[in-house]
């Protein structure tokens, strides 16, 4: 039957993705970047909205709820996938709203008024059935994806409202969203970049082989020397894995130590960030939020024997570090 093969299709397109999350966790999947990840995140959730078997929007969102858990749950440290799930969630109750004639912002006071007064659960005021909400809500939901092809597009765009000619710029890693910053601005503008390596993943000479290719003088740096050349730097630009609730930073290892240092010498911090790393989550518990990969950069396989590693990619910023953030549109902190 036609509906059971979309069925399977969906399933397996599913249970594929959860194993290329999986393996991202080990650098060995498919998936390069939370760029690409937000993108086949957003797109598998438009095919199971398209595809699913729902009469009314609450049935809609218990499955896009339920698939959303064993994504996150997939790889945890990506919390690009859980941004992509709320927001597809919101587009769901925006256009349910929009079918009934009426806001969100109304219908989530009337839902907070009912659940003080009746204790009934919110879940009711999406049970009524719209014909065509199926078709609007994946109308939406192509919109976002298109507003994903373009957000590196629209930070890269600001580039030269920051760096000026003969400056010098200090980066660490490789950020896809501050390369292409940085290239946007070197079109018109000579400037010098310096990129600590990120030790023991050495992402630095990676961007610092890119910016080169066009034209861009760089120079690398071991970490241990960030704060000897912090002096000397103009501007310190950095990506993010993730936008804390908070105002912090969840970035690669020796961003912090980047931050400190430009915090010492009263250098500007500017983060290049797109709006789907915007995450409600709290560091609350710092644990939580790290990720484990081998430490077989670090020490060899004949030591395993000797004494116990543990390698994380990841260091969490503070608030108050972090100086302004570069988004889809300028939000200074």
Known sequence: MP??????????????FLSELKRCGSGAGSLRGSAETARETTALLRRTTAQARWGNAGELMEIIRKEGR?????????TT?????????????????????????????ESLHKLLTSGGSSEDNFRQHFAHLKANVIEAINELLTELEGTTDNISMQ????????????????SRTV????????????????????????????MATSLCKE???????PDAAIFAVMSRVNKVIIGTQTVLANGGLRAVNGTHTLALAAKHHSTPLIVCAPMFKLSPQFPNEEDTFHKFVSPHEVLPFTEGNVTQQ??????????EI????????????
């Open 322 to 333: 972090v100086n302004k953030f570069r988004k889809k549109k300028l939000t200074q902190k």
């Open 215 to 221: 034209d861009i003088e760089t120079t690398v740096i």
């Open 159 to 174: 580039a030269l409202e920051h760096i000026h000619s003969n400056e010098v710029i200090m980066t660490i890693g490789r």
């Open 3 to 16: 509906g059971a093969d979309k069925e399977t299709d969906l399933s397996e397109r599913i249970e594929s």
């Open 179 to 206: 390369e292409a910053f940085l290239k946007d601005a070197a079109r018109k503008r000579k400037f010098h970049v310096i990129v600590a390596e990120c030790a023991p993943f050495c992402q630095g000479h990676e």
């Open 81 to 109: 996938v859980g941004n992509m799930v709320r927001r597809v969630l919101k587009i769901i109750r925006e256009e349910y709203a929009r079918s009934r004639g009426s806001s969100e912002e109304t219908d989530q006071q």
């Open 70 to 78: 064993r994504m996150t749950a997939a790889q945890p440290s990506e």
């Open 310 to 319: 543990h390698l994380t990619p990841f260091s969490t910023l503070k608030t």
